[in-house]
Nanobody, 124 residues
Framework: QVQLVESGGGSVQAGGSLRLSCAAS????????MGWFRQAPGKEREFVAA????????YYAGSVKGRFTISRDNAKNTVYLQMKSLKPEDTAVYYC?????????????????WGQGTQVTVSS
């Protein structure tokens, strides 16, 4: 079955960096668009970043543009989210998402598969 397994979350101070990874199995990863979403306590899940099947197109939420970078390695079936200059408002559970259409996943309604999530906590 399809599995998306996130890793790399943790606790950092404001201004710090983390790199999240999402390892995919059970699907044709190189054909899937991928994305990262996050959900903070008491808030709705929101789009963070997305990449299309080839890695040629990337998209970011305005709140993370310039600080976060999404990338993928189709040989390793893995998508990454490099996060820099972290802020307390980035604290959330971060979810990996896949869309077999190949398009960059920018909407939760387009997501076919979700990971289980990884916690990111940024302290001031």
């Amino acid at each position: 079955q399809v599995q998306l397994v996130e890793s790399g979350g943790g606790s950092v101070q404001a201004g710090g960096s983390l790199r999240l990874s999402c390892a995919a199995s059970g699907l044709t990863f190189s054909s899937c668009g991928m994305g990262w979403f996050r959900q903070a306590p008491g808030k709705e899940r929101e789009f963070v970043a997305a990449v299309n099947w080839s890695g040629g197109y990337t998209y970011y939420a305005g709140s993370v543009k310039g600080r976060f970078t999404i990338s993928r390695d189709n040989a390793k079936n893995t998508v990454y989210l490099q996060m820099k200059s972290l802020k307390p408002e980035d604290t959330a559970v971060y979810y990996c998402a896949a869309d077999p259409s190949g398009r960059a996943v920018r909407s939760a309604s387009s997501v076919a598969y979700w990971g289980q999530g990884t916690q990111v906590t940024v302290s001031s």
